[in-house]
């Protein structure tokens, strides 16, 4: 009986879409404290990311060893305007645990 998934070992993604998952990085007043409690860096990704080619992402534009990730899809709001109503864009959000040692800085504080 064969594998449907292919076990960790064996997975290959292609770097051009890895390259693309990661949309950006989120920096808000949440995302800092998760980050400063459990080691956790948040990221904007692609509607269609899995949790495989997010960590491969990351490892390889960062140069980092994650130990997990976590994803929540976020819905839109409703927003109105005077008499027309519209809707922000849904939000894929990625939180990526790293391991122990591990850092990753995206402010860049070079000074």
Known sequence: MSR???????????????????VAPIVSEKATMVGEKSNAVTFKVLQDATKPEIKAAVELMFKVEVQGVSVANIKGKTKRFGKSVGRRDHVRKAYVTLKAGQELNLVGEGA
């Open 4 to 22: 449907v998934n292919p076990t960790p070992a064996q997975r290959t993604f292609d770097d051009g879409r890895l390259m693309q998952v990661l």
